[in-house]
Each structure stands twice: as structure tokens, then as C-alpha cells.
């Protein structure tokens, strides 16, 4: 009963923060959504602070930028209302030239998953994947997020795969990439085994 209490009393402060005060620092945004995912996992719910874990996403500042992609990833699922508004923002980061930022935007879309982000952003993680100026590291990633899209929404891969793809990522020299590469094929090959 107690803990309710100040978690309601905390909440009420970080709403009123939020609202009255449209200049906060980018320490103390942080700080409020920081407070709002420990709330989330404590099992309350948490029903605002969304719109600011997605201007953390939009900044282009990392140490806010990562705050934004961990907070989202927690607290969002596949099926929340908030998903439509954050696919731009990622889209803006997995298309953009920073590979630390590619990498917080593929993390988030394997954790989210999801049709919507399948449908979204399908196209533009292949192309990471299939990039040879990318580190290896990016391309990493973005064969895993690609699995995790498949896992959840085979159609919206499977299509656009042909042989000159696997081809082309087999012949990978990075062993990271080509584990996570081969972890790709294997779902595609098992899905449909027809040459």
C-alpha cells in the first residue's frame, strides 16, 4: 500500500513536469522516463510519457537516443497504439549514416517485432543487411532483426529473398555475421523447402 502511494505521488509529479514545463533539460527528460520504465517494471501502469521516449528517439544526441530505443523497447509491444508513431523515427535512423545509431534502431525493431514493423521496415533492414560498407556489427544485427521480423510475419520477408541473396551472404567473411546469416537461412529454407 505504501509503495502505491508513492508511486502514485510520483507519477503525479512526473505528469506535472511533463506538462508544465516544455523546456526540460535533456538530463532531466531522461531522468523522468528512466523513472517511468522502473515504474512500468515494477507493474504499474503507465499510461503517458510515450510522446518523450520518442523525442529521446528523434534527438540527436546518443546518450538520449539510447535512453528512448531501451525505454521503448520495454515498455511497448507489437500491438501498441504508440508503435505507428516511433516508425519514423527508427526509419530515419536504420536509412541515416550513423552505424551506432542503425544498431539502437535494429535492437529496438528484433525486441518490438511485429507486423507493423515488419510491413515498415522489412525493405530497409535488408538493404543493411546486404550493404558490404557496413561493419560487421551492423549487419549483425540486421540479420537477426530480419529473423525475428520472419519468425513473426514470414510473408513480408520471403517474397523479395531469392537465390542471389543467400548467395551473396554466403559468401560473408565475418563469422559473426555469417552465424547470424545462416540462423536467417535455415527459417527461410525450413519454411518453405521448394527449390
Same mark, same amino acid.
Given at each position: 500500500? $505504501?509503495?502505491?502511494? &508513492?508511486?502514485?505521488?510520483?507519477?503525479?509529479?512526473?505528469?506535472?513536469?511533463?506538462? #508544465?514545463?516544455k523546456?526540460?533539460?535533456?538530463?532531466?527528460?531522461?531522468?523522468?522516463?528512466?523513472? *517511468?520504465?522502473?515504474?512500468?517494471? *515494477? +507493474?504499474?501502469?503507465v499510461?503517458? +510519457?510515450?510522446?518523450? =521516449?520518442l523525442s529521446?528517439?528523434?534527438?540527436?544526441?546518443? $546518450?538520449?537516443?539510447? %535512453?528512448?530505443?531501451?525505454?521503448t523497447?520495454?515498455?511497448?509491444n507489437? +500491438?501498441?497504439?504508440?508503435l505507428?508513431?516511433?516508425?519514423?523515427?527508427?526509419?530515419?535512423?536504420?536509412?541515416? &549514416?550513423?552505424?551506432?545509431?542503425?544498431?539502437? #534502431?535494429?535492437?529496438? %525493431? =528484433?525486441?518490438?517485432?511485429?507486423?507493423?514493423?515488419a510491413? !515498415?521496415?522489412?525493405?530497409?533492414?535488408?538493404k543493411?543487411?546486404?550493404?558490404?560498407?557496413? &561493419?560487421?556489427? %551492423?549487419?549483425?544485427?540486421? #540479420?537477426?532483426c530480419l529473423?525475428?521480423?520472419? &519468425?513473426?510475419?514470414?510473408?513480408?520477408i520471403?517474397?523479395?529473398? +531469392?537465390?542471389?541473396?543467400?548467395?551473396?551472404?554466403?559468401d560473408?567473411?565475418?563469422?559473426?555475421?555469417?552465424? #547470424?546469416?545462416?540462423? *536467417? *537461412?535455415?527459417?527461410?529454407?525450413?519454411?518453405?523447402? !521448394?527449390?
Amino acid at each position: 500500500e $505504501a509503495e502505491r502511494v &508513492r508511486v502514485d505521488k510520483e507519477l503525479a509529479n512526473i505528469r506535472i513536469k511533463f506538462k #508544465a514545463e516544455k523546456n526540460l533539460s535533456a538530463y532531466d527528460k531522461k531522468k523522468y522516463v528512466w523513472k *517511468l520504465l522502473y515504474i512500468y517494471m *515494477l +507493474g504499474y501502469d503507465v499510461e503517458f +510519457g510515450h510522446m518523450e =521516449a520518442l523525442s529521446l528517439i528523434s534527438s540527436p544526441k546518443y $546518450a538520449e537516443k539510447q %535512453v528512448g530505443y531501451i525505454v521503448t523497447s520495454v515498455m511497448i509491444n507489437e +500491438g501498441h497504439e504508440f508503435l505507428r508513431l516511433v516508425i519514423n523515427s527508427i526509419r530515419n535512423d536504420l536509412i541515416g &549514416r550513423n552505424e551506432t545509431y542503425q544498431c539502437l #534502431a535494429l535492437t529496438c %525493431v =528484433a525486441n518490438v517485432g511485429g507486423k507493423e514493423f515488419a510491413e !515498415a521496415l522489412a525493405v530497409d533492414v535488408q538493404k543493411l543487411l546486404m550493404s558490404s560498407t557496413l &561493419r560487421p556489427i %551492423v549487419r549483425k544485427k540486421a #540479420a537477426l532483426c530480419l529473423l525475428r521480423l520472419f &519468425r513473426k510475419n514470414p510473408e513480408f520477408i520471403q517474397d523479395s529473398w +531469392g537465390s542471389e541473396q543467400m548467395c551473396y551472404l554466403l559468401d560473408e567473411r565475418d563469422l559473426g555475421v555469417l552465424t #547470424a546469416v545462416m540462423s *536467417l *537461412l535455415v527459417s527461410l529454407v525450413a519454411l518453405d523447402p !521448394a527449390p
